[in-house]
């Protein structure tokens, strides 16, 4: 019995234990989408949900958090890769940001993206290596 690994770059998990039993191209072609979609949703110029400046900063933070903490559970790499193409991805539309109407480069929403994927990848390896209570053996 190994004790669970508190690392995302922990080599010796097999790479079955990341792709959920699902084919890797499906798991690709979701990953894709779904970038597809956060593309799309963090283009567009002057974008607002409400009016309320409270509740639109809750939805536009939660929203960073979920939405890439999403995509890197979908992508079908360790989880150490899957954080760093998150995080690039995150800094790239930041980038673009730039160049939109309404829209700006920001290091905070681009933490919030990395701090999703970082959230949802260890919970997620967490309870892959934790089963009702007791540990699974590799």
């Known amino acids: 019995v190994h004790p669970p690994s508190s690392s995302f770059s922990d080599s010796s998990l ?16 979701l990953a894709f989408g779904w970038a597809l979609l956060i593309w799309s949703l963090t283009t567009i110029p002057d974008f607002k ?11 536009s933070n939660g929203g960073h958090l979920i939405f ?11 989880p150490i890769h899957s954080l760093a193409t998150t995080s690039l991805y995150g800094l790239a539309i930041e980038l673009v940001q730039r160049g939109i109407p309404g829209r700006s ?34």
Do not use: C, H, M
């Open 49 to 59: 949900v409400t009016n309320d400046t409270t509740l639109s900063i809750l939805i």
């Open 68 to 78: 890439f903490g999403i995509l890197a559970l979908l992508i079908p790499l360790l």
């Open 105 to 138: 480069f920001s290091l905070a929403d681009w933490a919030l993206d990395t701090v999703g994927a970082i959230i949802l990848l260890t919970v997620t390896q967490r309870f892959s290596t934790v089963k009702l209570g007791e540990k699974k053996t590799r």
């Open 14 to 29: 097999s790479p079955s234990a990341y792709n959920g039993g699902v084919n890797k191209t499906i798991r690709w072609i």
